[in-house]
């Protein structure tokens, strides 16, 4: 069975640090490209950030760009997150999503959610 199960979300405060975590089961985790999505309520998802599946490229939306790093160790296949200077627009629950790096073909075009962490700011 395929999983993807976050933790590490919680409540921060503005300036403040969280690592967010994927833990990867039931797929060969180094085959596939990881990202980071989150939503806000009321708001559509956003996409937040992607490694590549060796983990030398990685790639950044603008909005998190020099605050947040996202490391992947594929010798306990998981993902993280690590979130600096937060702010309160960065309140959202975030989602760990894998994409099999040959997904253009039809065999490996299946991807993977996970139910998401949810990070808060708090003043």
């Known amino acids: 069975e395929v999983q993807l199960v976050e933790s590490g979300g919680g409540m921060v405060q503005p300036g403040g640090s969280l690592r967010l975590a994927c833990a990867a089961s039931?797929?060969?985790?180094?085959?596939?490209?990881m990202s980071w999505v989150r939503q806000s309520p009321g708001k559509g998802p956003e996409w937040v950030s992607t490694i590549n599946i060796g983990g030398c490229s990685t790639y950044y939306a603008d909005s998190v760009k020099g605050r947040f790093a996202i490391p992947r160790d594929n010798t306990k296949n998981t993902l993280y997150l690590q979130m600096n200077s937060l702010k309160p627009e960065d309140t959202a629950r975030y989602y760990c999503h894998a994409r099999h790096y040959r997904y253009k073909e039809t065999a490996f075009s299946d991807e993977y959610w996970g139910q998401g962490t949810q990070v808060t700011g708090s003043s």
């Open positions: 039931g797929f060969t985790f180094s085959n596939y490209d």
